[in-house]
């Protein structure tokens, strides 16, 4: 019976763990998954942040946020794989250089799986979304940035060569920031999976002594 209420035990646990996610779900494109409970991207080995929730934010302004929290600038080379997860259709490998760049129309579909992960700096005329990134390899002060919007006729994209514009302080309501960290487990999840090891633990070490008690004691039949 003890056996019975620990089992039972373990089984809440579950529920309230699936549960306490339950508000959350995980939206897929390309390869990257978007956690709408943490408004958090994973991809390509990273986690990154949305177009909208940086949107009108400078470089300093980002970083003093959540550089704490591991974050930083995403590189050339990190947005290029990005793109070519999400734009396959255009050969972005020759826009890792500091001064070069890469622009093209793309298909609505490639657009809509973009946007539907990463969001949009300027929610209008279909999103407007200019991303800043960049390690400021040629130590000119100046960085990197991308884009992706609506045309009269077709969606486009673009990764684009730095410039003086883009600065450390530079801000506008049409730009975001890029911020990329290393992929870590969200601490409230961590925590319930510790609790549930735990428990199971302790399960199977009382389901084991409850088994080495009833050999050491085997039940003698009566005679009669």
Same mark, same amino acid.
């Given at each position: 019976?003890?056996?019975?209420?620990?089992?039972?035990?373990?089984? /809440?646990?579950? !529920?309230?763990?699936?549960?306490?996610?339950?508000?959350?779900?995980? +939206?897929?494109? %390309?390869?990257?998954?978007? =956690?709408?409970?943490?408004?958090?991207?994973?991809?390509?080995?990273?986690?990154?942040?949305?177009?909208?929730?940086?949107?009108?934010?400078?470089?300093?302004?980002?970083?003093?946020?959540?550089?704490?929290?591991?974050?930083?600038?995403?590189?050339?080379?990190?947005?290029?794989?990005?793109?070519?997860?999400?734009?396959?259709?255009?050969?972005?490998?020759?826009?890792?250089?500091?001064?070069?760049?890469?622009?093209?129309?793309?298909?609505?579909?490639?657009?809509?799986?973009?946007?539907? /992960?990463?969001? !949009?700096?300027?929610?209008?005329?279909?999103?407007?979304?200019?991303? +800043?990134?960049? %390690?400021?390899?040629?130590? =000119?002060?100046?960085?990197?940035?991308?884009?992706?919007?609506?045309?009269?006729?077709?969606?486009?994209?673009?990764?684009?060569?730095?410039?003086?514009?883009?600065?450390?302080?530079?801000?506008?309501?049409?730009?975001?920031?890029?911020?990329?960290?290393?992929?870590?487990?969200?601490?409230?999840?961590?925590?319930?999976?510790?609790?549930?090891?735990?428990?199971?633990?302790?399960?199977?070490?009382?389901?084991?002594?409850?088994?080495?008690?009833?050999?050491?004691?085997?039940?003698?039949?009566?005679?009669?």
């Amino acid at each position: 019976m003890k056996m019975i209420n620990w089992v039972k035990y373990v089984c /809440i646990l579950s !529920v309230v763990c699936v549960s306490h996610y339950a508000n959350g779900a995980l +939206i897929t494109r %390309n390869n990257f998954s978007l =956690d709408t409970s943490t408004n958090i991207i994973t991809g390509n080995g990273l986690n990154w942040a949305r177009w909208d929730t940086l949107a009108g934010v400078s470089i300093t302004q980002a970083l003093d946020l959540y550089a704490a929290d591991g974050w930083r600038l995403a590189s050339g080379d990190e947005m290029v794989g990005m793109y070519s997860n999400f734009i396959p259709g255009v050969d972005w490998s020759s826009a890792r250089g500091e001064n070069s760049a890469v622009s093209d129309f793309i298909s609505v579909d490639d657009y809509h799986d973009l946007i539907t /992960i990463f969001g !949009v700096s300027f929610n209008e005329f279909g999103g407007i979304s200019n991303i +800043i990134f960049g %390690n400021d390899l040629d130590n =000119d002060g100046e960085y990197r940035s991308a884009g992706a919007y609506y045309t009269d006729y077709d969606p486009a994209a673009g990764i684009y060569a730095d410039n003086s514009r883009n600065t450390v302080d530079f801000s506008a309501s049409d730009y975001s920031v890029q911020l990329v960290r290393a992929i870590r487990v969200a601490e409230p999840k961590l925590v319930y999976l510790i609790i549930f090891t735990l428990l199971m633990r302790l399960v199977l070490k009382h389901f084991y002594q409850t088994k080495s008690t009833s050999y050491a004691n085997p039940m003698t039949l009566r005679k009669d």
